[in-house]
């Protein structure tokens, strides 16, 4: 039986666990991935299984971890790295955007960088500075990297596989506040759609809500109380930020005339300032309303006690969709 | 597992003291000299800098003088015979003929910019020299003589400073990177691909064409960089063959090297547990010899090694760089007598073991190399407008494919027009 019931933590962990059985080359390293497995114990049980040379405790530096990866990756290995937390993806922030993102331009092709960069990203876990971000748009925003976000546990199985498969760098984003959260069922003999794909994940005709990562499961909660509205609401998981994955949004807009994009990241010059002037460029006509951004707000991360102020809840989706009503 | 053995707690072995390391061998006979503690308390508490001017020698391994006599170290033994030191001779002369051609090539505005190795032939040459073929080679954007010394067309070293592209051969044919301009970038790489050597089992075999190395080459500016410490962290945790070698050719632009450091570079090393040797770089010989001793102690899988070549930018910066406005001709003339290539010809000459006809047939060789550079840079084609687009990804994503597209038949419409 190819059926289990899991969390997106064991998701992820179950993908990893597969990528490594099936190419010795797959690599893991990060502060804490090994004995740990790892702070939210993504890793766990891997470096019992698979030993300290695949399964790399690294020194608490993550330039380092980034940039020693990109020479394992020239050496013919393919690392996945654990980023602690999204606050921590900074001091690796110059090896990804100037190294990873760059040697496969720079080298004509020559030299290929397969690696992922795993983010827990996103906030709603009470946290202090530094450890709820969405810095989405900084890796989007630069030409060599590919991003994607899982939303739920069985696109973290069948993601993390696709991306360390990739012959392309990833930023594979998880929502780390789902990683414990809700069970679904994973059937292994279901194939999964292709990575660089969205998908529509509730049929609506009146509006359609476009989502990543921890918001995906806000906006399907939107979607079933606006039932009682009498709107019926269409979600889509947009589930890879770099490429877009425009095919599945414009047909969707087209039908329902209006869009909301909601994201936990800042909204200025966030996914929704591209997927609004995207839309709006390939389906003017179609538009009943101008396409409407919730997010959070252009402010650092607030404080733990004030984040619910800061995400965008079912209620803020809700007042967004009421607004594109209102045009 | 042996890559953190000497760190575990639990291991039998007792842990590794700053003395221990100064004692860790290449070879039974070659030791690593650490700088004593008495040094280390004279210079700290001393003068002002604790770098040797010019004027005052500094303590180095050094097998030939600048007069071109040989000298011996009790740990670094030259082991080639006079036809290796021609080879240097020759490859330092083509090395120094690839630099004056294409400075020249940018003054007549044919390539944008030139980063000049004027002064630092015997630090590339002999280290290049020292490697084997199977060690993989991390440069920065002025190791030009280690290109040629690894057997790549210097021509292809002119696309990235003419403009036509960011680097263009194959890393792999000769083990040697892409040129990296973001200093100290390529010291992570390096110590990367020297676990992933490791990690295939190439290391400490025994075999001296199978154990491999990687090289990491720097400046002493980019000493101040924190990829670079880390990379020393990572090295040293995961005991990796990597050589650290870092030409100290004493500025970083207008910085003199007394602004990244209080204390000889090569003397941090041990402070990350791993042993520091300070070279003659303008001694081809020494280069060499320190080179080669050390990618092997890698090899065999004793861990990394920082070397630190002493030596002196005789040029500009880049061709765009004016050194009057920082540092005084005094300096540079002092070091004008310690000229890497007039020491091995003192030498040679005095041991007979190149005459005029030799020298002259040299002359020629280089001025054709001269030719073949200007040749090859005029002829360097622009790159095609839509090649812009190539190569970002290994799949290209359909967003990106249209944009390509659609920037082709904005073009057309112009070819349409003047048609
Ligand atoms: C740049 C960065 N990376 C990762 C973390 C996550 N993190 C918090 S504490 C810690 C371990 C720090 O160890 P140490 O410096 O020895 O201090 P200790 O906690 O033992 O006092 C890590 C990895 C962080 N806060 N900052
Ligand atoms: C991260 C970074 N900062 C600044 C520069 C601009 N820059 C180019 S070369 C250079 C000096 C490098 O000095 P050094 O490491 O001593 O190498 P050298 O040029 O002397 O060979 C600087 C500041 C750069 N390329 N990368
Ligand atoms: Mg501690
Ligand atoms: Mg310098």
């Given amino acids: 039986m190819s059926t289990s019931r899991i969390t997106l933590?064991?998701?992820?962990?179950?993908?990893?666990?597969?990528?490594?059985?099936?190419?010795?080359?797959?690599?893991?390293?990060?502060?804490?991935?090994?004995?740990?497995?790892?702070?939210?114990?993504?890793?766990?049980?891997?470096?019992?299984?698979?030993?300290?040379?695949?399964?790399?405790?690294?020194?608490?530096?993550?330039?380092?971890?980034?940039?020693?990866?990109?020479?394992?990756?020239?050496?013919?290995?393919?690392p996945?790295?654990?980023?602690?937390?999204?606050?921590?993806?900074?001091?690796?922030?110059?090896?990804?955007v100037t190294q990873v993102a760059k040697m496969s331009y720079r080298s004509q092709g020559k030299v290929p960088l397969p690696l992922v960069i795993r983010i827990p990203f996103g906030g709603g876990i009470g946290a202090v500075e530094h450890h709820s971000e969405s810095p989405e748009a900084q890796f989007a925003h630069t030409p060599g990297l590919k991003v994607v976000a899982c939303s739920n546990p069985v696109d973290g199985y069948w993601m993390i596989q696709q991306a360390i498969a990739s012959d392309d760098p990833v930023i594979f984003l998880e929502p780390k506040r789902q990683y414990h959260a809700?069970?679904?069922?994973?059937?292994?003999?279901?194939?999964?759609?292709?990575?660089?794909?969205?998908?529509v994940v509730r049929r609506g005709d009146d509006v359609t809500l476009l989502a990543y990562g921890p918001m995906v499961r806000t906006c399907l909660a939107a979607a079933e109380a606006a039932v009682s509205e009498g709107r019926s609401v269409e979600v889509i998981d947009l589930r890879t930020l770099s490429p877009l994955d425009m095919g599945?949004?414009?047909?969707?807009?087209r039908r329902t005339g209006r869009a909301v994009v909601a994201h936990e990241a800042h909204r200025n010059l966030g996914m929704g300032s591209e997927l609004s002037a995207r839309i709006t460029e390939e389906c003017f006509y179609s538009l009943q309303a101008p396409v409407l951004r919730v997010g959070g707000f252009d402010t650092p991360y607030p404080a733990a006690r004030n984040e619910h102020h800061f995400l965008p809840d079912l209620d803020r989706v809700l007042d967004a969709v009421d607004r594109s009503f209102a045009f | 597992m042996t890559w953190v053995t000497h760190l575990q707690t639990d291991d039998s072995g007792p842990a590794p003291t700053p003395a221990s390391y100064g004692v860790v061998t290449t070879s039974p006979e070659a030791v690593i000299p650490q700088p004593s503690e008495e040094r280390v308390m004279t210079i700290l508490t001393g003068a002002p800098t604790a770098h040797e001017s010019a004027e005052c020698e500094p303590d180095y391994v050094q097998l030939l003088t600048p007069d071109g006599e040989r000298r011996e170290h009790p740990d670094y033994a030259f082991d080639g015979d006079d036809?290796?030191?021609?080879?240097?001779?020759?490859?330092?002369?083509?090395?120094?003929?690839?630099?004056?051609?294409?400075?020249?090539?940018?003054r007549h505005g044919e390539l944008g910019i030139w980063a000049q190795l004027l002064g630092q032939e015997a630090a590339q040459i002999g280290a290049a020299h020292g490697t084997r073929r199977q060690d993989f080679i991390f440069p920065t954007y002025r190791e030009?003589?280690?290109?040629?010394?690894?057997?790549?067309?210097?021509?292809?070293?002119?696309?990235?400073?003419?403009?036509?592209?960011?680097?263009?051969?194959?890393?792999?044919?000769?083990?040697?990177?892409?040129?990296?301009?973001?200093?100290?970038?390529?010291?992570?790489?390096?110590?990367?691909?020297?676990?992933?050597?490791?990690?295939?089992?190439?290391?400490?075999?025994?075999?001296?064409?199978?154990?491999?190395?990687?090289?990491?080459?720097?400046?002493?500016?980019?000493?101040?960089?924190?990829?670079?410490?880390?990379?020393?962290?990572?090295?040293?945790?995961?005991?990796?063959?990597?050589?650290?070698?870092?030409?100290?050719?004493?500025?970083?632009?207008?910085?003199?090297?007394?602004?990244?450091?209080r204390t000889p570079l090569h003397w941090r090393a041990p402070g990350f547990g791993f042993p520091g040797v300070r070279v003659d770089g303008n001694d081809v010989l020494a280069t060499y010899a320190v080179m080669r001793a050390t990618t092997d102690r890698a090899r065999s899988g004793q861990g990394p090694t920082f070397v630190e070549a002493y030596t002196y930018r005789m040029g500009a910066h880049t061709t765009t760089d004016d050194p009057t406005r920082y540092r005084s001709g005094n300096d540079v003339d002092a070091w004008k007598r310690k000229d890497p290539i007039a020491r091995v010809e003192a030498y040679?000459?005095?041991?007979?073991?190149v005459d005029d006809a030799w020298l002259a047939s040299l002359a020629e060789e280089a001025a054709d190399l001269g030719a073949t550079l200007r040749r090859g840079c005029h002829e360097l084609p622009d790159p095609a407008p839509l090649a812009l687009f190539d190569h970002v990804y290994a799949e290209v994503p359909d967003e990106l494919a249209e944009q390509r597209d659609s920037y082709a038949a904005y073009l057309a419409q112009f070819e349409e027009v003047s048609r």
């Avoid at chain 2, 021609?86 to 090539?105: H, K, Q, S």
């Avoid at chain 2, 280690?146 to 263009?168: C, K, M, S, T």
């Avoid at chain 2, 040679?348 to 073991?353: E, S, T």
């Fill in chain 1, 9 to 78: 933590a064991k998701g992820l962990n179950a993908g990893l666990r597969a990528a490594m059985e099936q190419d010795d080359k797959v690599m893991l390293m990060g502060e804490d991935v090994g004995r740990l497995g790892g702070v939210f114990r993504i890793t766990d049980g891997l470096q019992k299984d698979f030993g300290e040379r695949r399964v790399l405790d690294s020194p608490l530096a993550e330039s380092g971890i980034v940039g020693t990866a990109v020479g394992l990756a020239m050496r013919g290995y393919r």
């Fill in chain 1, 80 to 96: 996945v790295i654990e980023i602690q937390f999204d606050g921590f993806v900074y001091p690796a922030y110059d090896q990804i």
């Fill in chain 1, 182 to 199: 809700d069970k679904a069922d994973l059937d292994t003999s279901v194939a999964p759609p292709p990575l660089f794909t969205s998908q």
């Fill in chain 1, 248 to 253: 599945p949004v414009l047909a969707s807009v």
């Fill in chain 2, 83 to 106: 036809d290796l030191v021609r080879t240097f001779y020759r490859d330092m002369v083509m090395a120094r003929r690839i630099d004056t051609e294409a400075t020249a090539l940018q």
């Fill in chain 2, 144 to 261: 030009h003589g280690v290109a040629w010394v690894r057997g790549l067309d210097p021509v292809r070293l002119l696309g990235l400073f003419r403009g036509i592209d960011h680097g263009g051969w194959d890393p792999k044919d000769h083990n040697f990177g892409l040129y990296t301009v973001v200093i100290g970038a390529q010291a992570l790489h390096a110590v990367g691909y020297a676990m992933g050597i490791e990690a295939d089992g190439d290391v400490g075999t025994g075999d001296l064409d199978r154990d491999a190395v990687a090289v990491a080459h720097f400046g002493d500016g980019a000493s101040s960089q924190g990829d670079v410490l880390e990379s020393f962290v990572f090295a040293a945790t995961y005991n990796a063959p990597v050589v650290f070698y870092c030409q100290n050719n004493q500025w970083a632009i207008s910085a003199p090297i007394e602004r990244q450091s």
């Fill in chain 2, 348 to 353: 040679l000459r005095r041991a007979d073991a």
